[in-house]
């Protein structure tokens, strides 16, 4: 797809991944709706950024937990840019929540988990399929984590949402073609605010550390960095769909897991 003059939505661009996404895209040449829940302060910085950039900004504050607020999002998008050609569900959640304490995570703590991580790319996408299908070549990109595939994360609650996304991402690739490509990223450790505040100072600089000295390119990864991977789905990878790509430097290839 060349990405000049194309159309995306990022949601949970407010920050973070989300953020460095929009950036990349707008520095390509796109047109981006950038997204956000509560982070308005955080989305206004995005979206001046990538204004800076060239880039024409959309910015739209939605709550993906919520299915008329996804239709809104492409509705008020379509209305701006008058098509749509690339989504990227970043939006997430998690509970930060040590694995074996089975008893700190409530049923509404799934239930608020998997409405934004898999309810909300499942209402945006279904938002967002008859724009899409009037592209010749279009993308769907579901942001999951390799929670997905190890089991280990934020949170048991996290991890299981994420592989439901990945699963489901399978689903909706054999259902959305010709036109739509749907991809699932996992990426691994990423620096970054989120996750320093969810973990705290220390157990973030260890966890760090482990993941630089089991990676074979003994470094983790950033914002930018997953989103490079992103841009090069987008951009190039017109002939894949249904895939999942892992995004940590391969630490995933080391066997002994890690202590969290």
């Not at 492409?74 to 989504?87: H, S």
């Not at 909300?120 to 990109?141: C, L």
């Amino acid at each position: 797809m060349d990405l000049t003059h194309a159309v995306a939505i990022v949601t949970g661009s407010s920050s973070g991944i989300g953020a460095a996404i929009a950036r990349q895209l707008s520095a390509k040449g796109c047109k981006v709706t950038i997204n956000y829940s509560h982070n308005e302060e955080g989305a206004r910085a995005v979206a001046d950024e990538c204004g800076a950039l060239g880039g024409q900004i959309l910015l739209q504050r939605a709550d993906v937990s919520q299915d008329d607020e996804c239709r809104s999002l492409v509705e008020d998008t379509l209305k701006q840019f008058g098509r749509l050609d690339i989504l990227v569900n970043n939006a997430g959640t998690t509970k930060f929540c040590l694995h074996q304490n089975l008893g700190g995570l409530s049923r509404s703590d799934f239930l608020d988990i998997y409405a934004v991580n898999l309810i909300g790319p499942f209402q945006m996408t279904r938002a967002a399929e008859a724009a899409m299908r009037r592209q010749p070549v279009a993308h769907i990109v579901n942001m999951a984590s390799i929670a997905a595939l190890t089991g280990v994360g934020s949170s048991i609650a996290y991890a299981a949402s994420k592989g439901a996304l990945v699963t489901m991402t399978m689903s909706l690739a054999r259902v959305l073609g010709p036109q739509i490509r749907v991809n699932a990223i996992c990426p691994g450790f990423v620096e970054g605010e989120w996750l320093k505040k969810g973990l705290g100072e220390e157990r973030y600089e260890s966890i760090r550390s482990q993941y630089a000295q089991i990676s074979p390119l003994k470094a983790t990864a950033t914002p930018e960095t997953v989103a490079h991977t992103v841009l090069a789905l987008v951009g190039g990878g017109d002939w894949t769909t249904g895939e999942t790509i892992i995004v940590d430097g391969g630490a995933h290839l080391h066997t002994a897991p890690l202590r969290r």
